[in-house]
């Protein structure tokens, strides 16, 4: 299934120019790709969220509402990243990790501050990637790419998502990690993260 879906969104990019944004986001394989991310990371992180697009034409975003335990992934930021030929597929799932990354800082007790929740969900994204072994060490540009050149895909300003490099550092970080249960990683992540930043 995860490789049929994947062909069919290969196949799927080459048209997406000429779509618009909200028709990327409705159509029925990126429907069900979404669908497979969500039950595949609430799996991972233990969290109980749904995941569905909205419409970010007013700026690229996607944001988790811990509250309503709902990830919200904009139908241009979809669009965007689709478009990038090689790596569409995988920075959005590295957004999403990161995303739901938030609603696991929810779950598993800290201290964070609003400043290191956003590098330590860079973090475990970077150990979602590793633990499925979605992207190897080298590809790690893909995601980091997929973050630095948007910036600020999430609530706030750009500066309270970290610097480019602190970013980078906090992502390889927690692919280090994927050796490790999810709730050590996370808390062994928690502590390198207010110990370098
Ligand atoms: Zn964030």
Partial sequence: MKTLLLL??????????????????????????????????????????????????????????PGKSQILVGSRLMRYHLLKAGRGV???????????????????????????????????AGYYLGRNGLVDASGFWVY????????????????HHGTPPERLACLMAGFRLAHLPLEEAFRVGTEFVENNF
């Fill in 90 to 124: 995988r920075s959005l799932r590295a957004i999403l990790a990161h995303e739901y990354g938030h609603l696991a800082q929810e779950r598993y007790p800290n201290n964070l501050s609003f400043a290191y929740r956003e590098l330590h969900a860079d973090l475990l």
């Fill in 8 to 65: 069919a969104l290969t196949v799927f990019a080459p048209c997406l120019a000429a779509q618009t944004q909200s028709a990327v986001a409705i159509h029925p394989l990126m429907q069900d790709w979404l669908r497979e991310q969500e039950q595949q990371l609430e799996l991972f992180f233990g969290v109980d969220a749904t995941l569905d697009w909205y419409d970010d034409s007013d700026g690229m975003n996607a944001v988790a509402i």
């Fill in 144 to 159: 980091a790419n997929a973050t630095f050149e948007i910036g600020d895909y999430d609530a706030g300003s750009f500066s």
